[in-house]
Structures are given as C-alpha cells and as structure tokens.
C-alpha cells in the first residue's frame, strides 16, 4: 500500500500536536506492517492551497498514493480540489483523510479525525488558570479522538 502524509510546519516548538500527529501516523503503520517511506512526507502550513499545491506535485510526478493522511481538514480539501481537477476521483482513485472535524470537511464528505472541542477548551482553560496562580505543571495532557467516516475513503 502506498501512502503519503501532508504534515504541517511547527509553529511553536512548545506545542505537541504537530508531532504528535506525525507519531500517531507512524505508529499505526508500523503497527500494521505497513513501511512508510519519508520520500513521501509533504510539508504544509494548514491551509487548503498547501494542500493543493502539494496534491500537484505528486499528480506532476505522476506517483500519487493510494492513501493520503493530511494533518488537518483544510489541506486535505485542497488536495482534494486538486485531485478533482485532473479527473482522479476520491475515493474511487485515492482516499483521503484530514484532521479537525470542521465544518467545511462535512461540506465536503471528507472523512477525518474528531476531537473534543469541549474537552480541549475545558483543559485548556483549566491549565490556564493553574498558571495564572502560579502552579506549573509539565504533564503532557491527552485527550481522545474519533473517526468521523464520510465519503473520502473507499470502504
């Protein structure tokens, strides 16, 4: 099988999700018997056009994946904007996947990751006031996630 991942740019060092995203990604195909190559590893910075622009290079190459796992909803609609264009159909061709649950990934059938937004606020408001009063804590905080399954992948 062969599949690619558009990841975003590190904003902010202190922040995981990034990472943990990436680690999330590789740990699942290992854990499937499934070789990643990093010749396939995009770069993009969030937006729909870094998705598009990256979903290009591989129609231009020629060498696009079975699989493509984009690191947020917006440039997995653009890869899927740009997949369309040049007649290669998602899901029929090429699955593809984003992160984030927006509401334009529902718009546009785009299967993807959920987390709790509630729970994030909740935690991170929390964390927050626990600064505020002085109290700093290291913990890394994890939350759950959900598959939101929409017309982007073949079954």
């Given at each position: 099988?062969f599949i690619?991942?558009?990841?975003?740019?590190?904003?902010?060092?202190?922040?995981?999700?990034?990472?943990?995203?990436?680690?999330?990604?590789a740990?699942?195909?290992?854990?499937?018997?499934?070789?990643f190559?990093?010749?396939?590893?995009?770069?993009?910075?969030?937006?729909e056009?870094?998705?598009?622009?990256?979903?290009?290079?591989?129609?231009?190459?020629?060498?696009?994946?079975?699989?493509?796992?984009?690191?947020?909803d917006?440039?997995?609609?653009g890869?899927?904007?740009?997949?369309?264009?040049?007649?290669?159909?998602?899901?029929?061709?090429i699955?593809i996947?984003g992160?984030?649950?927006?509401?334009?990934?529902?718009?546009?059938?785009?299967?993807?990751?959920?987390i709790?937004?509630?729970?994030?606020?909740?935690?991170?408001?929390?964390?927050?006031?626990?600064?505020?009063?002085?109290?700093?804590?290291?913990?890394?905080?994890?939350?759950?996630?959900?598959?939101?399954w929409?017309?982007?992948v073949?079954?």
């Amino acid at each position: 099988m062969f599949i690619v991942i558009i990841n975003g740019v590190v904003i902010c060092q202190g922040l995981l999700n990034n990472t943990e995203r990436f680690s999330a990604f590789a740990d699942t195909l290992q854990a499937n018997g499934i070789a990643f190559d990093q010749t396939y590893y995009y770069h993009g910075n969030y937006r729909e056009k870094s998705g598009y622009q990256a979903a290009k290079l591989m129609i231009l190459s020629n060498d696009y994946p079975e699989v493509l796992v984009c690191a947020n909803d917006n440039m997995a609609i653009g890869a899927m904007k740009a997949f369309e264009e040049h007649r290669i159909s998602v899901p029929q061709h090429i699955s593809i996947t984003g992160f984030d649950d927006s509401d334009a990934a529902a718009l546009a059938g785009l299967t993807t990751i959920k987390i709790p937004r509630y729970e994030s606020g909740f935690l991170a408001a929390k964390e927050l006031l626990e600064l505020i009063k002085g109290n700093v804590n290291r913990d890394t905080v994890k939350i759950g996630a959900s598959i939101i399954w929409r017309q982007s992948v073949r079954s």
